[in-house]
C-alpha cells in the first residue's frame, strides 16, 4: 500500500454519530446530578433515534463495503440495527424504574449501553474478522461491566467473574479459528475467505479445524449447548435490568455473527458445519427445555429457555443447504426463519423480562416463580400479556412464537431433517409444560403479595404494546416474514 | 358464491368477548348480560348456513378466501360442506346453554368465564370451517388456551393436574400433526389447502405415516383407547360449563379430524389399517362400557359413557359404508346434545350439594320431581332409548356394522345393553328410592333457568329422535362424496 485513500465514511454514518454522541455524553453526565439523570436518559434515547434516522436516510440496496473492505453496509445490517435500536430503547424504558430504585441508573449505565449497541452495530457491519472481532470486544466488555453494576451484590460480581473468564475463553477460541482460518486461505477479509474456498485454494483440514473453533466461538455467544454454562448463572446473577438487555439485543448481533461467518464466510463449508449446528441445536432445545422444568427462579428458567429458542434458531440456520443442488429459494427461506426466530425471540424476551422489572419494586426483586402468584386478581391486564408471552414462547398460536417455529420447524422439513423436526416438536412439548406452569401461577393459584403495581405509565404503555405486538404479529405474521425474506435476498 | 357467514360464526363470538372482558369484574350483571346477546347474535349468523345450504352438492359452501401468509402459500380458506355445517349450528348453539348454565353458578371472575367460553366457541367454529391445513391448525391448538384456563380456574379440587394433563396430552398429537402438515406442503408441490391435498397422489408408506401422525392427533382429541385417561380427569375437574363444551363439542373435534384428513388424504393407509381402527373402537365400547359401569362419581361415569360412545363414532367411520358414516355423524350430533345434557343434569344437583359422589344421593325425585323428569329422559337418550337421538345414530352404526361383518355389529350392539347398564342403574341410584339424607331432602327443584335449558335440549333430542331427516338429509351428499372418494386409490 503506497498511497493512502480516505476511506468512504457514509456506510459508517451510524456508528461515528453513536460514537461521538457517546463521547458527548460522557462529558455532560460528569455535570449531572442524580436528580438531572434523566437528561443522560433523554440524550441516550436521542441517539438512537438519530442512529435509527440515519440508518434509514442512509439505506440503499445495494452492498457497499468501506474501510479497505473491513465494515459493509448491505440491508441486513441496516435491519438488524434498526432493530438493535428499537430494543435498546425499549430495554431502556422498561428497566428506568427498576435502576431508579436501586439507585443503579448512574451515568456508566447509558454509556455502557450506548458502547455495547456501538458492539454490536459494528459486529452486525463486519466484513472482515478483525472488525467482527472488535465488534464482539466492545460489546463483550460492556456487557461483563454491566452485569457487574451492583457491585455490592455478591451475587452480581459472581456472575460478571463467570461471564468475564468464560467469554475471554470463548473470545480465545474465536481468534484461534480465525487464525487458522487465515493461515488455509490466507485472508481476514470475509468475502476473501469465501472466494478461496469457492476457488478451492483453501488449505483444507486446517479450515475444517478453524471452522471448528469458529462455530464454538458463535455457540458461546448465542449460548448453544455445550456453550451455554455461563447463560443461567449470568441471567440469574446480573440484575434483572442487565439480563434484560443481555438476553434481547445481543441476540440479534450474535445472529449476525452467525450469518457473517457461516453463510458468508464459509457457505462452501455448509456441510461440515450444518452437522455441527444439527448437533448444537438439538441439544440445546432438549437440555434447554429439560433443565428449566426444574428451576425455582424465573430468571433461572427464562435463562434455559433462551438456550432451548437459540437451538431452534439454529435448527434454521443449519437448514440452508440440503443435498447436492441447493435450491436458492429454500436456502433464503431457511435463513430468513432463523432471522425470523431471531427477531419473535427478542420481542418475547423483552416483553418477559419487562413483566418481571414490572413486578418487581424498591427493596424487593420478583424472580422466584411464586412471586408470579394470583397476578390474574392483581393485575389482569398484565396477567394477560405475561399469559400471551408464555404461550407464544411455548409455540401455540395465534401468537409470534409460533408462526417462528412453524417455518423453521418449515425449513428443517424442507432440507429433509424430518427426524430432527420431530425431535425438536417433542421437546417443544416438555417446554410446554414451564410455560404453562407461570399460567397456572398466574390464573390458578391465589396471591400471596398483595402491593399493588407501581409502574411508571410510559413502561405500562410500552410493555401492553410489547405484549399486543406478540398477539398481533402472531395473527398477521405476513409482514415481518416479508421483511425478513426481503433483507436476506437483497444482501446474499 | 361470496359470503361472509363463516367469518361472522367465528368473529362474533370472540369480538363480543373482547367487550365482555373489557366491561372488567365491576359490573358482572352486564358482563353476563352481554355474554348472552353475544352467544345468541353468535348463534343467529349460523342460522342462514343451514338455511341456505345448498342439500344437492358435495362443494364447499359459503366459502371464503383471503391470502394470509403469503410466503407459504396459506390463505384465510373458509367453507362447509354437509359434514361441517351441523356442528357450526351445534357448537353455537351449545354456547348458549352454557352461557345460561354458568349465570348464578359462577360468581368470581363472572367476564373472564363468559368471555373463555365465548373465545372457545369462535375457535371451534373456526376449526371446523377452515380448509387451510395451517389455519385448522391454528385454531385447533389456540383452543386449548380457554379450556385449560376454564378447567384450571373454575375447576374442582384438583384442578391443576385435570389441566395441565389436559394440555399436553393433547398438544402432543397436535405437534406430530404440525409436522405432518408440512411433509404435505413439500408433497404437495407447496400447499397447505386441504381440497387440494384431497387430490393428491401418495404413496403407501408416507399415506400410513402420515395417517398415523393424523391418528395421534385426532385420537387423543376423540379419544380413543387408550389415550383416553385425560378425558375422565379433564371431566370430573372442569366446572359444569366446562364438561359441556369438552363432551359436547371439543371431543368433536377429533372425528371431524378423521373426516377432513385421515380418511381423504390417506384413504389407502385407511383401508389397510381399519382393522387396527375397528379393534380400537369395540375396545373402547365394549372395555370402557364396562368401566363406567363401576364409576361411584358420576361425571366420570358419564365422561366413560363419552368415550365409548366415541368409540361408535369411529366404528362407523371404518367401516366405509353409508350407513356407518351417517350414523357416526348423527351419533355425534346427538351426543352433543345428550352429553351436554347429562352433564349439565349432574351440574344442577351438584350445584346444590357439592357432591358427586352417587352415594350422597338417593330419592332426589321425592323433592326434584321436574328434574327427575328431565334426567330421565336423557338418560334414556344416553341409553339408546328409540325415539330419542341416541338410538338413531347407534342403529345406523350396528346396521352398518352388521353389514360389514356380522360379529362386529354383534360386539358394537352390545353398547345398548351396557349403556343401559350404567346409565339407567346410576339413574336408579341417584333419583330413586327413599330420601338418602337431610341434604337430598333440603334440595331444591329446577329454577326457571335451568328448566329453560333443559326444555331446549329436551326438544332437540326428541326431534332428532323422531325425525332425524333435516338431519341427515343435509350430511347425504357430502358423505356419499367421500366414501366414493376413500373407495377409490390414490396411489403413486
Known amino acids: 500500500m503506497n498511497n493512502f485513500v480516505s476511506p468512504d465514511l457514509y456506510p459508517a454514518a451510524p456508528e461515528i454519530f453513536l460514537l461521538a454522541m457517546a463521547c458527548g455524553i460522557l462529558l455532560i453526565d460528569l455535570f449531572l446530578t442524580q436528580s438531572r439523570r434523566w437528561i443522560t436518559a433523554a440524550l441516550t434515547h436521542a441517539t438512537l433515534i438519530g442512529c435509527a434516522l440515519i440508518t434509514i436516510f442512509t439505506f440503499n440496496d445495494q452492498v457497499v463495503l468501506t474501510f479497505s473492505n473491513m465494515f459493509v453496509d448491505d440491508a441486513l445490517s441496516d435491519v438488524l440495527k434498526l432493530l438493535v435500536y428499537g430494543s435498546v430503547a425499549v430495554m431502556l424504558v422498561y428497566t428506568r424504574g427498576y435502576l431508579r430504585d436501586r439507585g443503579l441508573d448512574k451515568g456508566e449505565f447509558y454509556l455502557l449501553v450506548l458502547f455495547a449497541t456501538l458492539g454490536m452495530m459494528v459486529m452486525i457491519s463486519a466484513a472482515h474478522f478483525l472488525t467482527l472481532y472488535l465488534g464482539l470486544e466492545l460489546l463483550s466488555l460492556s456487557l461483563y461491566a454491566l452485569v457487574a453494576l451492583d457491585r455490592d451484590s455478591p451475587r452480581a460480581t459472581e456472575a460478571a467473574m463467570k461471564y468475564f473468564v468464560l467469554g475471554a475463553l470463548a473470545s480465545g477460541l474465536l481468534l484461534y479459528g480465525m487464525s487458522m482460518l487465515y493461515g488455509a486461505t490466507g485472508t481476514l477479509e470475509i468475502g476473501g475467505v469465501a472466494q478461496a474456498l469457492y476457488h478451492g485454494s483453501a488449505v483444507g483440514t486446517v479450515m475444517i479445524f478453524g471452522l471448528v473453533f469458529v462455530v464454538a466461538g458463535i ?49 462452501d463449508l455448509a456441510e461440515q458445519w450444518q452437522t455441527m449446528l444439527m448437533i448444537m441445536a438439538v441439544l440445546s432445545i432438549a437440555v434447554g427445555n429439560l433443565a428449566a422444568i426444574a428451576q425455582t427462579n424465573i430468571k433461572r428458567m427464562l435463562a434455559y429457555s ?30 430468513s426463519s432463523a432471522f425470523y426466530y431471531t427477531v419473535a425471540y427478542v420481542l418475547m424476551s423483552l416483553g418477559s423480562f419487562g413483566v418481571i422489572l414490572l413486578l418487581s419494586r424498591v427493596g424487593y426483586e420478583a424472580e422466584n416463580l411464586e412471586d408470579f402468584k394470583g397476578l390474574n386478581k392483581r393485575s389482569p391486564w398484565f396477567a394477560f400479556i405475561m399469559m400471551v408471552l408464555m404461550f407464544s414462547m411455548a409455540g401455540v398460536p395465534f401468537f409470534v412464537g409460533f408462526f417462528a417455529k412453524f417455518s423453521v420447524l418449515l425449513a428443517a422439513i424442507g432440507a429433509g431433517y424430518l427426524w430432527v423436526a420431530i425431535v425438536a416438536v417433542m421437546f417443544s412439548l416438555v417446554g410446554a409444560f414451564y410455560y404453562l406452569r407461570i399460567v397456572k401461577l398466574m390464573y390458578f393459584d391465589a396471591p400471596t403479595d398483595a402491593a399493588p403495581i407501581v409502574a411508571s405509565m410510559d413502561m405500562r404503555v410500552l410493555l401492553s404494546v410489547n405484549g399486543l405486538a406478540v398477539a398481533l404479529l402472531g395473527i398477521f405474521p405476513q409482514g415481518i416474514m416479508a421483511l425478513c425474506t426481503q433483507t436476506l435476498m437483497r444482501s446474499l | 358464491m361470496s359470503s361472509h357467514l363463516l367469518s361472522l360464526a367465528i368473529w362474533v363470538p370472540i369480538a363480543g368477548a373482547l367487550v365482555v372482558l373489557a366491561t372488567g369484574e365491576r359490573n358482572t350483571n352486564l358482563s353476563r348480560w352481554l355474554a348472552l346477546v353475544t352467544a345468541i347474535l353468535g348463534f343467529l349468523v349460523t342460522l342462514p348456513l343451514y338455511s341456505g345450504f345448498d342439500h344437492t352438492t358435495s362443494d364447499m359452501q359459503f366459502s371464503e378466501a383471503l391470502p394470509w401468509i403469503q410466503r407459504f402459500n396459506i390463505g384465510y380458506l ?126 403407501m408408506t408416507a399415506q400410513i405415516l402420515l395417517f398415523l401422525a393424523f391418528l395421534i392427533a385426532f385420537a387423543v382429541k376423540v379419544p380413543m383407547w387408550p389415550v383416553h385417561t385425560w378425558l375422565p380427569d379433564a371431566h370430573v375437574e372442569a366446572p359444569t360449563g366446562g364438561s359441556v363444551v369438552l363432551a359436547a363439542i371439543m371431543l368433536k373435534l377429533g372425528a371431524y379430524g378423521f373426516l377432513r384428513f385421515s380418511l381423504p388424504i390417506a384413504p389407502d393407509a385407511s383401508h389397510e389399517l381399519s382393522g387396527m381402527m375397528i379393534t380400537l373402537s369395540l375396545i373402547a365400547v365394549v372395555y370402557i362400557g364396562f368401566v363406567a359401569l363401576v364409576q361411584a362419581d358420576m361425571k366420570k361415569l358419564v365422561a366413560y359413557s363419552s368415550i365409548s360412545h366415541m368409540g361408535f363414532v369411529t366404528l362407523g367411520f371404518f367401516i366405509f359404508n353409508q350407513l356407518g358414516l351417517e350414523g357416526a355423524l348423527v351419533q355425534m350430533i346427538s351426543h352433543g346434545f345428550v352429553s351436554a345434557a347429562m352433564f349439565l343434569c349432574i351440574g344442577v344437583v351438584y350445584d346444590r350439594m357439592h357432591s358427586r359422589q352417587i352415594a350422597d344421593y338417593g330419592g332426589v325425585v321425592n323433592t326434584m320431581p321436574k328434574y327427575a323428569a328431565f334426567f330421565m329422559l336423557f338418560s334414556m337418550a344416553n341409553a339408546g332409548l328409540p325415539a330419542t337421538s341416541g338410538f338413531v345414530g347407534e342403529f345406523m352404526v350396528v346396521l352398518g356394522a352388521v353389514k360389514y361383518n356380522f360379529w362386529i355389529g354383534f360386539a358394537a350392539a352390545t353398547t345398548l345393553i351396557l349403556g343401559a347398564a350404567y346409565t339407567l342403574w346410576m339413574y336408579k341410584r341417584v333419583v330413586f328410592g327413599a330420601v338418602a339424607n337431610k341434604h337430598v331432602a333440603e334440595l331444591t327443584d329446577l329454577s326457571s333457568r335451568e328448566l329453560l335449558v333443559m326444555a331446549a335440549l329436551a326438544v332437540c333430542v326428541l326431534w332428532m329422535g323422531l325425525y332425524p331427516f333435516p338431519v341427515t338429509d343435509v350430511m347425504h351428499v357430502s358423505v356419499d362424496h367421500l366414501l366414493k372418494h376413500v373407495a377409490a386409490s390414490k396411489l403413486l
Open chain 1, 306 to 335: 433462551a438456550i432451548s429458542h437459540m437451538g431452534f434458531m439454529l435448527l434454521g440456520l443449519m437448514s440452508g443447504v440440503a443435498g447436492e443442488r441447493p435450491d436458492p429459494s429454500m436456502v433464503v427461506n431457511a435463513y
Open chain 1, 219 to 267: 455457540a458461546f455467544k448465542l449460548g448453544a449447548v455445550p456453550f451455554h454454562m455461563w447463560i443461567p448463572d449470568v441471567y440469574h446473577g446480573a440484575p434483572t435490568a442487565i439480563t434484560l438487555f443481555i438476553g434481547s439485543a445481543p441476540k440479534l448481533a450474535a445472529f449476525a455473527m452467525a450469518m457473517r461467518l457461516l453463510v458468508y464466510g464459509m457457505f
Open chain 2, 78 to 203: 373458509l367453507g362447509v360442506d354437509g359434514i361441517s355445517v351441523l356442528f357450526i349450528l351445534l357448537n353455537s348453539f351449545i354456547t348458549i346453554l352454557v352461557v345460561i348454565a354458568g349465570w348464578k353458578v359462577i360468581e368470581e371472575k363472572v367476564a373472564q368465564y363468559m368471555a373463555a367460553f365465548l373465545i372457545m366457541s369462535g375457535l371451534m367454529n373456526g376449526i371446523f370451517s377452515a380448509l387451510d391445513a395451517v389455519l385448522f391448525y391454528v385454531f385447533f391448538e389456540a383452543s386449548l388456551i380457554p379450556m385449560y384456563l376454564i378447567i384450571g380456574v373454575w375447576g374442582g379440587p384438583n384442578r391443576v393436574y385435570a389441566a395441565f394433563k389436559f394440555f399436553l396430552y393433547t398438544l402432543l398429537g397436535s405437534l406430530l400433526m404440525l409436522v405432518a402438515l408440512i411433509y404435505l406442503f413439500f408433497e404437495s408441490g407447496g400447499s397447505f389447502s386441504i381440497l387440494e391435498w384431497h387430490a393428491l397422489p401418495l404413496g
